[in-house]
């Protein structure tokens, strides 16, 4: 196929000659992803989730094969809270589908959306998912680089399962893009560190601020900093002092061993925040004894 667009995946197309389209299914940050069945597979399994980075995405070739090579290592990752990556199949010389499981439940934005905000110790278990799916991502050298309530799925099926997905999209970008250490944002401003705004790649410590982010926003309902405009926020994430939950959401009563733990991923110096994402998840599990 020289040549893919969204145009081929409407209902019933079959790419890569095992990808039945089902329909659309979510917009990713950078590509429109769909539901899909894998004819190879059966039962369950079948079920897949596809993202098209079609041949327009890139500047050049090399572009586009250095971005497909940046997800054969998400492919090792095996971890309840990160949506495994199936396989990176190759559509024409630049352009390709990425095909992961299926997430199951809905966003965790949705979910706050009609819940306006989460119990203590369901955030402190979605925090404990969150950072255990990162000490898998990070000890193969990896980093997500966009966690929001939007890249985090909640399934309530049974117990509460937390997935991440869209693990790698924006570190890839980076890479593939030759960018190099230090360029525009790419990312989401509302969860992004600090030095992000100054044009750092996204890194360990950066997936720990969004984590940290996610979790005060989920617990307080609203978001550890104000401003609605790119520079209202900046701003405001200058601050060395930690954001108040008390101050952002006074009819919220949050212990303050859980608080302190929260916004110890937050501070504007990087430095000071936890080391690493182990460090945060020990932290969590000591509050969930």
């Known amino acids: 196929m020289e040549s893919t667009s969204l145009y081929d995946l409407e209902p019933g197309a079959t790419l890569a000659e095992r990808y039945r389209i089902v329909g659309p299914h979510r917009q990713t940050g950078l590509a429109a992803a769909f539901e899909a069945i894998d004819e190879a597979e059966t039962g369950e399994s079948q079920r897949c989730e596809v993202s098209l980075y079609a ?33 990176v199949a190759s559509l024409s010389p630049t352009s390709f589908l990425l095909v992961t499981d ?58 509460v399962r937390t997935i991440m997905v869209d693990g790698g999209v924006t570190p890839g970008l980076w890479s593939a893009k030759q960018l190099g250490e230090k360029t525009a944002l790419i990312g989401t401003p509302f969860y992004a560190p600090i030095e992000q705004f100054g044009g750092d790649s996204p ?18 309902g609203v ?14 994430k200058l601050d060395k002092t ?48």
């Open 242 to 289: 930690p954001p108040s939950m008390q101050r952002r959401a006074p009819d919220v009563d949050v212990e303050p061993q859980l608080e302190q733990a929260i916004v110890t991923g937050l501070l504007a110096d990087k430095s000071q925040r936890y080391a690493t994402s182990k460090e945060f998840l020990d932290r969590l599990d000591a509050l969930a004894v």
């Open 55 to 87: 041949h327009s995405f890139f500047e050049s070739r090399e572009q586009a094969l250095q971005f497909a090579a940046s997800w054969t290592p998400w492919m090792r990752v095996e971890k309840n809270a990160v949506l495994h990556v199936r396989e």
């Open 203 to 220: 890194n360990i410590q950066s997936d720990i601020y969004n984590v940290a982010t996610v979790l005060f926003e989920a617990l307080t």
């Open 102 to 159: 299926f997430p199951p439940g809905k966003t965790l934005r949705d979910d706050l959306a009609e819940r306006k905000r989460l119990e203590a110790p369901e955030v402190v278990e979605i925090g404990r998912q969150l950072l255990s799916g990162l000490v898998g991502v990070h000890g193969h050298g990896l980093v997500h680089g966009d966690l929001k309530p939007a890249t985090i799925y909640v399934d309530r099926s049974e117990s």
């Open 223 to 236: 978001l550890p900093w104000g401003g609605k405009s790119f520079l209202e926020v900046f701003q405001a």
